[in-house]
């Protein structure tokens, strides 16, 4: 670090006041020079402001010595990027080898040759310069490179959350029902994250993965039509064959959208999952692809359990929500059929949990009275 006349910083420490001497008279007309007779007094200087860009360190001093005092260097985070060249009145390869063992950058032996100083300490201090530099191109480049990820990484959530809200805009569930279901299935997979069956699978990506897709899941609604996605009664055979293919819908549209990136994406993975499979039964009963068992993916079998919890215990216009515990009673009548067991073992121990999540984003009276005049629109269209 330079002074304030611009000129570099190099700390001698070194207990030889003719090597101080010398060392001063042949540096200073270009440098500031700060000195120190002991390790201890070169370590405490080292860490005042300006911090030396040079350190010319003696090995053989009373109290610690230069190994020592250099080590310490390098262990500061203020002081371990100084470059270190040594003093020694030893000679003899083990010396030198010594010195870059503790993290020297260069070796000049005693007496000291003037010709030598000077080159050496110019050679360093340009390597410093250099180095400095690339450092700090490289700390810009790293927060400039973390700003665009975390900036691509928003515009990501907000998107998913966008493409989520215009599915629900059609269909009879509030919005709150996208944040329960996704709180839902992130409780269920961090709780058996340590079970055998998913340990593997359930990493902090996987699971951070799957809380972002699990909006998407209804995201094929938008392309069923109005008079079966709205309508309050019973569906016909025919109506049902005809929501039933909002899975697919959503699934195309989620691949068509990979598609256009030109590589598969992991997020994109675990979304079409979701959206094809979250119908799907344990007992290969449900649809699109009639699957069965640990052939349904695990991200589509937690999504079911979530799904159906939050289903059963909402209101919707057409219908009035079931207390937890009914609700409760059916998920766990359908472990084994409906719903993958373990999964279900998983929702029991979790009851308050689930409890709390639907608390938190209970849907407000405003937001069914929003959706009982849209259907009433739409009934007299």
């Known amino acids: 670090m330079t002074d304030e006349h611009g000129k570099a910083v190099i700390l001698v420490v070194d207990d030889t006041p003719d090597v101080l001497h010398l060392t001063t008279q042949l540096l200073k007309p270009r440098f ?3 000195t120190a007779t002991t390790g201890e007094k070169g370590l405490e200087i080292a860490a005042r402001e300006p911090v030396p860009d040079l350190i010319l360190l003696d090995i053989m001093m009373p109290g610690i010595d230069g190994y020592d005092t250099c080590l310490q260097l390098k262990a500061q985070d203020a002081t371990r990027d100084i470059p270190v060249i040594f003093f020694s009145a030893q000679t003899g390869q083990i ?3 010594r010195c870059f063992e503790v993290g020297a950058v260069d070796f000049i032996p ?3 040759s003037p010709d030598i100083l ?3 300490v110019n050679a360093q201090l340009a390597l410093k310069t250099v180095t400095d530099l690339l450092r700090d191109q490289n700390a810009h480049l790293e927060h400039e490179v973390a700003r665009r990820t975390a900036e691509m990484v928003a515009i990501q959530d907000v998107t998913i959350t966008a493409m989520a809200s215009l599915a629900e805009t059609r269909d009879s569930e509030t919005g709150n ?3 329960r279901t996704q709180s839902y299935v992130k409780a269920l997979a961090e709780s058996l994250r340590q079970h055998p069956r998913f340990a593997a699978m359930l990493t902090d990506h996987y699971i951070d993965l799957l809380f972002k897709s699990a909006p998407l899941h209804d995201i094929g609604k938008i392309g069923i039509p109005d008079f079966i996605l709205l309508k309050p009664g019973k569906l016909t055979v025919e109506e049902f064959e005809v929501m039933k293919t909002h899975t697919t819908l959503g699934h195309d549209a989620l691949a068509n959208a990979e598609r256009l990136l030109g590589r598969p994406v992991e997020f994109f993975l675990l979304a079409k999952e979701v959206a094809l499979s979250h119908q799907e039964k344990w007992d290969g009963s449900g649809y699109p692809q009639a699957l069965v068992g640990d052939a ?3 991200s589509a079998r937690l999504m079911a359990v979530a799904d159906v ?3 059963l215990i909402s209101r919707r216009v057409y219908k009035a929500p079931m207390s937890h515990q009914a609700a409760t009673e059916i ?3 359908g472990a084994g059929q409906h719903f993958d067991p373990d999964i279900v073992a998983a929702f029991i121990t979790l009851q308050d949990e689930f409890r709390a999540i639907a608390a938190r984003y209970a849907d407000h009276e405003s937001d069914i009275e929003q959706k009982v005049a849209s259907l009433a629109r739409f009934k007299q269209t």
């Open 177 to 179: 029902h996208i944040l």
């Open 110 to 112: 005693k007496p000291i």
């Open 331 to 333: 998920i766990v009548a």
């Open 95 to 97: 010396d030198e080898v």
């Open 32 to 34: 500031r020079i700060k």
């Open 309 to 311: 919890y939050d289903a």
């Open 118 to 120: 000077q080159a050496r």
């Open 296 to 298: 349904i993916p695990l």
